[in-house]
């Protein structure tokens, strides 16, 4: 299982970003079936919890609540993440991870926001 994470880049506080997580090398109802979601690592500190989907719902940290949006798109096998009012404090590296087997997880895409 490959997860490509993309969409980072560098932004303005308040501005928006989407990135996107693209899976490849498992069955859709893998894919389907199993737990989705962001995770980001800030300079210095341990990778935290953004985001998750799954059959039940969808889960959000406290600091993103109200700015962030998870989504998936089962049929593409990706799973987004919309960012909206960006902070400074968000910038970080943004890892996707499917929760199955071990767990996979993507590459990471950098975001940074300027204040």
């Known amino acids: 299982v490959q997860l490509q994470a993309s969409g980072g880049g560098l932004v303005q506080a308040g501005g928006s970003l989407r990135l996107s997580c693209k899976a490849s090398?498992?069955?859709?109802?893998?894919?389907?079936?199993?737990?989705l979601g962001w995770y980001r690592r800030a300079p210095g500190k341990e990778r935290d919890l953004v985001a998750t989907i799954d059959g039940s719902g969808t889960n959000y940290a406290d600091s993103v609540k109200g700015r962030f949006t998870i989504s998936r798109d089962n049929v593409k096998r990706t799973v987004y993440l919309q960012m909206n009012s960006l902070k400074p404090d968000d910038t970080a590296v943004y890892y996707c991870?499917?929760?199955?087997?071990?767990?996979?997880w993507g590459q990471g895409t950098q975001v940074t926001v300027s204040s």
């Open positions: 991870n499917l929760k199955w087997q071990s767990g996979y």
């Open positions: 090398g498992t069955i859709l109802s893998v894919f389907n079936s199993n737990t």
